[in-house]
């Protein structure tokens, strides 16, 4: 990234890079997906609406080998490196399906404020990477973000995850709100205090995102961990692995 871009992601929060990867790129994290929403388990948490249908699914990098590869590609270690001022390495990782006319919005949140409350994060050292693996439009239920909304800092929420509709009102006033609208394969990296959200998705058309959630290295006070699929404590810094590594073979 450049000078330009590091200041822009300082200032406004978050980085949008519409079609990072390539179609050949996602077509190769599509063929994963039938077995990872097959996955029955823990780390799947369903969609509150029809419990067949996954809403979350958490650790995939670690056994889905093209997610493993899309987790430490260059294009997404490298600049979090940039953005984090410091090694990193992943904290989590989880699958946002986001079905057609199934997938349940999220309200407006800080991703920290969970860590911090569920995993007892200390410090927002730490970034959230969305990659799109369907194109994402004005009708399935965009990613929303409030420009400038993490240089309030942690706003609190000890017992949930939702801010106050007033607080979310003086936000929007100041920095209004951004959809992010692009392509399969576009990515955005995103503050772990930027305050965004999601609605539901009425549209037939999937909104499936990934997300590689990454830590400084350096950010190691977490009081109480949950299990490694929630929560990853090897502070092993990663490594990046060939620009072709999602194709290669």
Request: glycine share 8%; net charge negative; proline share 8%.
């Amino acid at each position: 990234m450049s000078e330009r871009q590091v200041s822009e992601f300082d200032d406004q929060g978050y980085l949008f890079f519409p079609a990072l990867f390539s179609p050949g790129e996602v077509a190769v994290l599509h063929q994963a997906l039938p077995r990872i929403l097959a996955r029955q388990g823990p780390e799947v948490v369903r969609e509150e609406s029809d419990n067949r249908i996954a809403k979350l699914i958490f650790g995939l990098h670690t056994w889905s080998e093209p997610f493993r590869c899309l987790s430490r590609h260059p294009r997404l270690l490298l600049p979090a490196r940039q953005l984090l001022r410091s090694d990193v390495h992943v904290y989590q990782a989880r699958l946002n399906p986001k079905s057609g006319f199934s997938g349940g919005g999220w309200g407006w949140h800080q991703d920290f404020n969970q860590w911090q409350r569920l995993d007892g994060m200390r410090r927002p050292q730490a970034l959230m990477v969305a990659v799109f693996l369907d194109d994402v439009n004005a009708c399935n239920a965009p990613l929303m973000v409030i420009p400038g909304s993490h240089r309030r800092g942690h706003i609190p929420i000890p017992d949930g995850m939702e801010i106050d509709l007033v607080v979310v009102r003086e936000m929007v006033a100041a920095g209004g709100i951004e959809p992010l609208l692009g392509a399969a394969g576009s990515v955005a990296f995103l503050s772990c205090l930027l305050v965004h959200a999601s609605t539901a998705n009425l549209s037939p058309w999937p909104r499936c995102l990934f997300y590689a959630n990454y830590n400084s290295v350096e950010n190691r006070e977490i009081d109480w961990p949950r299990d490694p699929a929630h929560c990853g404590t090897d502070f092993t810094p990663l490594q990046p692995l060939g620009d072709d590594c999602l194709i290669a073979g």
